[in-house]
């Protein structure tokens, strides 16, 4: 397929067809190819835990029937008239968000995920667009997409492992940058999951000292092959006391309801505790934690396209992609119980020809 200009059809996926149903297969409209757009044929789509928080309508109502996926890896098949970013034949990727108004402060500093304007950002699913219409995401064979808001997968990243990047890598992998994950800067990581192993993948190779804080040691062989120097356990009472002053930046990547006071406590004078991870109810944080160390506890939220694009270049210039289990689409709604369960090392990515 080449250039087209005009293109409207219905694609196969998987959906929830109503919150907390388990996923089946449908079909699903894709807008028509606008003159900017292009069409991506998907053959990779990762499982956030995300997905199975807006299945289950845990942050609100939601949009069904709703087609998860905002991991996706594929290729360019046909483009708009006025396309000049990719081609046929070129790998993309696609994220947590498929447009924005793209005139805000937000926007024009490269956060469109903080887009501040009448349209604010669109989501990749769960979302509406321009036209009014509902989005779906990537557990499809399909996807339509503007051309600014699909990022080039270099050539040395398998897709399967590239998947995962556009949401768990670019979400550890803009607080790593920001707060300065570098030589001889000592970065904790909370959480050895979808999240966390990625954290530690980028740290490492930005050159930090890093450390993984997990609930047991269960995972400690895997943290230490995936580049940690260290490993405790959080339910050790005697981690905190052994660590206390030691982290220049601890990156959060569990939802689970922590003591954040015990963890600033970690933090040396000037440290930075960025949240990543999204705890249903609030967390609270004593004023002391933070003004006894000028300590700030921060939160982030995935990344503008530039940055995902910095992110998925520098992730094929240093060999790093996901830790995946390919799964056929028949076993989506078995991922998502494993998911719940802990039991993935480190993202279930789906094979979407198996749609």
Request: hydrophobic share 40%; net charge negative; aromatic share 6%.
């Amino acid at each position: 397929m080449g250039r087209l200009d005009r293109m409207n059809h219905t694609i196969a996926a998987y959906a929830a067809p109503s919150p907390k149903a388990p996923l089946e297969p449908t079909t699903v409209p894709r807008r028509e190819l606008g003159e900017h757009d292009v069409l991506v044929d998907i053959s990779f789509a990762g499982i956030c835990h995300s997905d199975i928080h807006q299945v289950n309508a845990e942050w609100g109502e939601g949009m069904f029937p709703m087609v998860p996926g905002h991991e996706i890896a594929g290729v360019v098949t046909a483009v708009g008239s006025q396309v000049t970013r990719h081609t046929p034949g070129d790998r993309v990727g696609v994220g947590c968000f498929v447009d924005s108004c793209r005139d805000c402060g937000n926007c024009r500093a490269g956060l469109e995920q903080y887009c501040t304007g009448e349209l604010g950002t669109v989501m990749t699913y769960n979302g509406v667009d321009r036209d009014g219409n509902p989005t779906y995401g990537g557990y499809a064979r399909q996807v339509v997409v503007d051309e600014s808001y699909a990022l080039r997968i270099p050539d040395g990243l398998p897709l399967d492992e590239a998947a995962p990047l556009l949401c768990a890598g670019i979400t550890v992998y803009s607080p790593l940058t920001r707060w300065g994950a570098g030589p001889g800067r000592r970065v904790a990581v909370v959480g050895l999951g979808g999240l966390g192993h990625m954290a530690v993948k980028i740290a490492r190779a930005k050159g930090a000292e890093v450390t993984v804080l997990s609930q047991s040691l269960r995972k400690r062989d895997d943290g230490l092959r995936l580049g940690a120097e260290h490993y405790h356990a959080t339910s050790d009472p005697a981690t905190f006391e052994q660590l206390a002053g030691s982290f220049d930046l601890i990156v959060n990547t569990v939802s689970a309801d922590l003591d954040l006071d015990a963890y600033l406590g970690l933090l040396r004078t000037d440290g930075a505790l960025v949240q990543v991870g999204l705890p249903e109810r609030p967390v609270p944080v004593s004023a002391s934690a933070l003004i006894g160390g000028r300590r700030t506890l921060a939160g982030s939220l995935i990344g503008g396209i530039a940055e995902t694009q910095e992110m998925l270049d520098f992730c094929a210039e240093h060999g790093i992609g996901a830790e995946v289990e390919v799964i056929p689409a028949e076993r989506i709604n078995e991922a998502y119980q494993r998911v719940l369960a802990s039991d993935v090392r480190y993202r279930f990515v789906i094979d979407t020809a198996t749609i």
